[in-house]
């Protein structure tokens, strides 16, 4: 199973960005999937997760309001927006297949300067 992300980068404070993430190996539309995120020094937390079909979705309430997770099983990808950036949105974000295991991806790199 191979799980890339890609989309993080160097965002301004109330700036935008999309998170992709796509999936080779497995069943994509059979699992709901995750993203995670690592601030330095911290444990990764959950971000947002959604459900196999795309029907449901639930977010962290550090991000819920500005963060839309989405997915489409034509193309084995996930995508998370994330809008309204702020400083401590600074993070590796990784991407987790909620599959038999739970597969994660190498994180992209997400920094909002203060």
């Known amino acids: 199973v191979q799980v890339v992300e890609s989309g993080g980068g160097l965002v301004q404070p109330g700036g935008s960005l999309r998170l992709s993430c796509v999936v080779s190996?497995?069943?994509?539309?059979?699992?709901?999937m995750s993203w995670y995120r690592q601030i330095s020094g911290k444990e990764r937390e959950p971000v947002a997760s959604?459900?196999?079909?795309?029907?449901?979705?639930n977010y962290a309430d550090s991000v819920d309001g500005r963060a839309k997770i989405s997915r489409d099983n034509t193309k084995n990808m996930v995508f998370l927006e994330l809008n309204n950036l702020k400083v401590e949105d600074t993070a590796t974000y990784y991407c987790?297949?909620?599959?038999?295991?739970?597969?994660w991806g190498q994180g992209t790199q997400v920094t909002v300067p203060s």
């Open positions: 987790v297949v909620r599959g038999p295991q739970n597969y």
């Open positions: 190996g497995i069943a994509f539309s059979r699992y709901a």
């Open positions: 959604i459900t196999s079909t795309g029907y449901n979705a």
